[in-house]
């Protein structure tokens, strides 16, 4: 069974950066849509962002023009870099692969890493 295993989060203030990465451990996800979703404490989970197997990206409205999701099929990494950090992004992150359609849906997904944004 595939392991994502994502790093990178922490606290930051908020117009803060942060960028998280998620290692893949079998090498045939790297040809698969992979990407991120969120969970805070109370609301359901949010598609954040994600990169197909050709590169093509798709956002949720709430982060467009804040985040940039990318991948180095190399190192079996996916990355979301995200800047302008508001505290309505405190939640969960996690990294899914592969995309099941919807955004934020996915087959397998890691333990997460935690995004804190104080205002």
């Known amino acids: 069974q595939v392991q994502l295993v994502e790093s990178g989060g922490g606290s930051v203030e908020a117009g803060g950066s942060l960028t998280l990465s998620c290692v893949v451990s079998?090498?045939?996800?790297?040809?698969?849509?992979m990407g991120w979703f969120r969970q805070a404490p109370g609301k359901e989970r949010e598609g954040v962002a994600a990169?197909?197997?050709?590169?093509?990206?798709t956002y949720a409205d709430s982060v467009k023009g804040r985040f940039t999701v990318s991948k180095d099929n190399a190192k079996n990494t996916l990355y979301l870099q995200m800047n302008m950090l508001k505290p309505e992004d405190t939640a969960m992150y996690y990294c899914?692969?592969?995309?099941?359609?919807?955004?934020?849906?996915?087959?397998?997904w890691g333990q997460g890493t935690q995004v804190t944004v104080s205002s």
């Open positions: 899914g692969a592969p995309c099941l359609g919807e955004l934020g849906a996915f087959g397998y």
């Open positions: 079998e090498d045939s996800y790297r040809n698969y849509c």
């Open positions: 990169v197909d197997s050709d590169g093509a990206t």
